[in-house]
T-cell receptor, first 114, second 114 residues
Framework: GAVVSQHPSRVICKSGTSVKIECRSLDFQATTMFWYRQFPKKSLMLMATSNEGSKATYEQGVEKDKFLINHASLTLSTLTVTSAHPEDSSFYIC??????????FGPGTRLTVL | AQKITQTQPGMFVQEKEAVTLDCTYDTSDPSYGLFWYKQPSSGEMIFLIYQGSYDQQNATEGRYSLNFQKARKSANLVISASQLGDSAMYFCAIRGTSYGKLTFGQGTILTVHP
C-alpha cells in the first residue's frame, strides 16, 4: 500500500520557538493532505485540509497564524507551529488522500514544548 | 455535517473470544464511507476495514468484520478470536463524497486479557 512519512517523529523545543513538521507521500502523489491533532487517549481532531498549490482550509477554532500549512508539491506538506507554547504539546498526524475508500496516515509526530 | 458516536470508552475481552465495538453515525451525505482504524500505543493509525454506504454485503477482512445496519445508522466492528496484540484504541470514522475529510468517533480502548 501507499506510504506516508512524517519527520521528525519526536521533537522537544523551548517555548517561543517554531517547529516544522514534514509530511511526505513516498510512492504516490497527494493532491490533498490532512493535518490532525490528538491529545492522549482522545480522538483525532482535524486541524486543516492542505491542497497542493493553494491555501489550506482550516477548521473552525484553529489559528491560521499559529499553525502554518504549506503544500508546495504533490508529495510534501508541512505544518509549522509558530511561537510554540506548552499547550501546543500534542501528537500531530498527517494523512494523504487516496480514493473514497482510502486515506493513508503518517506515523505521527510527538511535540513537546518546554 | 457528519458525526460518529462510539459509546464504549473501554472494552475488555478474553483472548480467543470475539468482541463487538459499537459505532453509530449521522450524515446528510447520500453517499459515504465508513472506516475502522486501530491505533496501538505507538500512535500509528492502522486501517482495518471499509464499508461503502451502497455496498450490499457487510465488509470482512480476515478476523475483522463490519456489521453494517444502514437503517439503524450503525457500523459495528466485530473482531473474532481476539489476540493480545489486538489491545489498542479503535476508531470509527466516516467520510462523505461531498466532504472528503474523515470525521472520527471518540474511540474505544480495547484490552485483551490472556
Amino acid at each position: 500500500g501507499a506510504v506516508v512519512s512524517q519527520h521528525p517523529s519526536r521533537v522537544i523545543c523551548k517555548s517561543g520557538t517554531s517547529v516544522k513538521i514534514e509530511c511526505r507521500s513516498l510512492d504516490f502523489q497527494a493532491t490533498t493532505m490532512f493535518w490532525y491533532r490528538q491529545f492522549p487517549k482522545k480522538s483525532l481532531m482535524l486541524m486543516a485540509t492542505s491542497n497542493e498549490g493553494s491555501k489550506a482550509t482550516y477548521e473552525q477554532g484553529v489559528e491560521k497564524d499559529k499553525f502554518l500549512i504549506n503544500h508546495a508539491s504533490l508529495t510534501l506538506s508541512t505544518l509549522t507551529v509558530t511561537s510554540a507554547h506548552p499547550e501546543d504539546s500534542s501528537f500531530y498526524i498527517c494523512s494523504a488522500d487516496g480514493t473514497l475508500d482510502t486515506q493513508y496516515f503518517g506515523p505521527g509526530t510527538r511535540l513537546t514544548v518546554l | 455535517a457528519q458525526k460518529i458516536t462510539q459509546t464504549q470508552p473501554g472494552m475488555f475481552v478474553q483472548e480467543k473470544e470475539a468482541v463487538t465495538l459499537d459505532c453509530t453515525y449521522d450524515t446528510s451525505d447520500p453517499s459515504y464511507g465508513l472506516f475502522w482504524y486501530k491505533q496501538p500505543s505507538s500512535g500509528e493509525m492502522i486501517f482495518l476495514i471499509y464499508q461503502g454506504s451502497y455496498d450490499q454485503q457487510n465488509a470482512t477482512e480476515g478476523r475483522y468484520s463490519l456489521n453494517f445496519q444502514k437503517a439503524r445508522k450503525s457500523a459495528n466492528l466485530v473482531i473474532s478470536a481476539s489476540q493480545l496484540g489486538d489491545s489498542a484504541m479503535y476508531f470509527c470514522a466516516i467520510r462523505g463524497t461531498s466532504y472528503g475529510k474523515l470525521t472520527f468517533g471518540q474511540g474505544t480502548i480495547l484490552t485483551v486479557h490472556p
